[in-house]
T-cell receptor, first 113, second 112 residues
């Protein structure tokens, strides 16, 4: 079973709709991250959380919000989706004896029409 | 500022060695990483090197670190078609909590 899972894997939505992407992990890690990947731009950090009560903005947090419902769950919301949020979204975790090595989920491909 | 740069594409013939290069700007890096992303999948850690080392070898992979020039490279010996993927260089820096900065990724094409 995968250590980091993301749902949905693919999603098509319309401009203005609210959408939530969910991430769960079974690694027992404290730290969780949301990234978006765009061609030629690599990974850009949206939000990260070092603990259940800790939420921090990354480099591109505008238009996004997050919720850390439990140590194992970290969800990303787009309150009002826009076409330039079309991207591949990855959740990642780190912590414990793995140090800063990050473990990634399989990604969610989002298309905003 | 913090930045990690790498070239976007590399093409090699099957059986040749591949060398993927990366430069970074922050001298307070603690660990430097290479991640591999296969089509349709998330990133997976390939190897890493601690910042006080200058070389690490792991089977077909050799990582070289030149701290003075802030240059990291990944050499894949006897490159196979299964090595075709995007390779991301990343550094962890300590900013009062650790932060990981990723490069844009190098897409490796392996020609049979």
């Amino acid at each position: 079973d995968a250590d980091v899972t993301q749902t949905p894997r693919n999603r098509i939505t319309k401009t203005g709709k609210r959408i939530m992407l969910e991430c769960s992990q079974t690694k027992g890690h404290d730290r969780m991250y949301w990234y978006r990947q765009d061609p030629g731009l690599g990974l850009r950090l949206i939000y990260y959380s070092f603990d259940v009560k800790d939420i921090n903005k990354g480099e591109i947090s505008d238009g996004y919000s997050v919720s850390r419902q439990a140590q194992a769950k970290f969800s990303l919301s787009l309150e009002s989706a826009i076409p330039n949020q079309t991207a591949l979204y990855f959740c990642a975790t780190s912590g414990g004896t793995s140090g800063e090595t990050q473990y990634f989920g399989p990604g969610t491909r989002l298309l905003v029409l | 500022g913090e930045d990690v740069e790498q070239s976007l594409f590399l093409s090699v013939r099957e059986g040749d060695s591949s060398v993927i290069n990366c430069t970074y700007t922050d001298s307070s890096s603690t660990y430097l990483y290479w991640y591999k992303q296969e089509p349709g999948a998330g990133l997976q850690l390939l190897t890493y090197i601690f910042s006080n080392m200058d070389m690490k070898q792991d089977q077909r992979l050799t990582v070289l670190l030149n701290k003075k020039d802030k240059h990291l490279s990944l050499r894949i010996a006897d490159t196979q078609t299964g090595d075709s993927a995007i390779y991301f260089c990343a550094e962890s820096i300590n900013t009062g909590g650790f932060k990981t900065i990723f490069g844009a990724g190098t897409r490796l094409f392996v020609k049979a």
